[in-house]
């Protein structure tokens, strides 16, 4: 069993960054796939960005690549989100992710998933 708790979350102007956490507990943490979710009020839940167990392969959705960086700290068994020049379109409640496997996994097949942590950006 994997305990994913998310972080950092906040309200933000637009053009300002946040960098969201993702601790997790329980099993070996650096065998995992971890990702990033989002849902915006009124839409469904979709994908940001995946990276695979080693941290080495990562995938974003297209809407913030450029923006947005995933990475995994194995020895501290978190995971992070950093967002950068964020804009209002991306206010949500953001979700971390967990599974075991080799590669990036862009949909909503993971085992284990946090509570989630609201990001809201101004205009």
């Known amino acids: 069993q994997v305990h994913l708790v998310e972080s950092g979350g906040g309200l933000v102007q637009a053009g300002g960054s946040l960098r969201l956490s993702c601790a997790a507990s329980?099993?070996?943490?650096?065998?995992?796939?971890m990702g990033w979710f989002r849902q915006a009020p009124g839409k469904e839940r979709e994908f940001v960005a995946g990276?695979?167990?080693?941290?080495?392969?990562?995938n974003y959705a297209d809407s913030v690549k450029g923006r947005f960086t995933i990475s995994k700290d194995r020895a501290k068994n978190t995971a992070y989100l950093q967002m950068n020049n964020l804009r209002p379109e991306d206010t949500a409640v953001y979700y971390c992710?967990?599974?075991?496997?080799?590669?990036?996994?862009?949909?909503?097949?993971?085992?284990?998933w946090g509570q989630g942590t609201q990001v809201t950006v101004s205009s």
């Open positions: 992710a967990a599974r075991d496997g080799s590669r990036v996994y862009t949909r909503e097949e993971y085992d284990y």
């Open positions: 329980g099993r070996t943490f650096s065998d995992y796939a």
């Open positions: 990276i695979n167990w080693s941290g080495i392969i990562r």
